[in-house]
């Protein structure tokens, strides 16, 4: 199965709520909205976007793309709370700080560890996402790969796992340059749009179609594999029609 290349947050939003009684304040409550106790930064939404701060910064760059990628996270992230909007602008502060520097990079991913000591699929998960975020421009550089190599350290996550994700993302780019390009008119029949509509109604088509795709989701909702496999592929098919109207 293919790794989800192009992920917005559905999944993510699904493995930081998934499971949790949230008898602690440090993770999200899925159950209600979740009224804020004590430092958003030492909270395990405010830990994620500091890992993601950490991945974006190792190449240097944010592409167009990554940064609709964040925005989305911190909007989906920041609706599990009271005062969301609040929340918001203290996730993107958190994202700004952390992007300054590496040097704490392993000390926030073991803080976010001790948070998911038990749930190692959750780490799994979220290993998945900052690597998607790092091949989101189509270069995962040497950069990149240490400070994820770092972060999978520390999050104790196993080596063949680490590296068979890796793998799979480089195999599905190697598939994809491989691949005849689409045509114009093939990616806006793709995304059920005329040719030519402005780009804004492509952007909110494109948004609701990765949502109604994306496979995390389908297996949050307890879908066959069949059917999350065969979104995995859709989503694909999307993301690559959606950068091709975006570049022209």
Avoid at 12 to 18: I, S
Avoid at 75 to 99: G, H, P, V, W
Wanted: charged share 30%.
């Amino acid at each position: 199965m293919n790794w989800m290349v192009f992920l917005v947050v559905g999944f993510l939003f699904y493995m930081l709520t998934r499971g949790y009684k949230t008898v602690d304040y440090q993770n999200i409550n899925i159950n209600k909205k979740q009224n804020l106790r004590g430092n958003l930064a030492e909270h395990e939404a405010g830990l994620l976007v500091a890992l993601m701060a950490k991945v974006a910064k190792a190449d240097g760059k944010v592409c167009e793309l990554e940064a609709e990628l964040l925005s989305l996270t911190f909007t989906d992230i920041s609706k599990a709370f009271e005062d969301s909007e609040n929340i918001r602008e203290q996730l993107k502060r958190i994202y700004t700080k952390e992007m300054k520097s590496f040097d704490n990079t392993i000390v926030i991913a073991q803080k976010y560890l001790s948070l998911t000591s038990s749930d190692y699929r959750k780490r799994l998960g979220v290993m998945e996402y900052l690597l998607n975020l790092a091949f989101i421009d189509s270069d995962f550089s040497k950069a990149e790969f240490m400070i994820c190599e770092d972060i999978a350290n520390a999050l104790e996550l196993k080596r063949a796992d680490f590296e068979g994700m890796i793998a799979r993302f480089e195999q599905f780019y190697a598939q994809k340059k491989q691949q005849a390009g689409m045509n114009l008119k093939k990616a806006y029949e793709i995304l059920g749009l005329k040719e030519g509509v402005e780009f804004s109604i492509v952007k909110k088509e494109y948004r609701k179609l990765v949502r109604k795709y994306h496979p995390d989701i389908l297996m949050g909702q307890g879908k066959e594999q069949s059917i999350i496999d065969q979104a995995t592929q859709k989503l694909q098919e999307i993301n690559e029609a959606y950068e091709l109207i975006k570049k022209r």
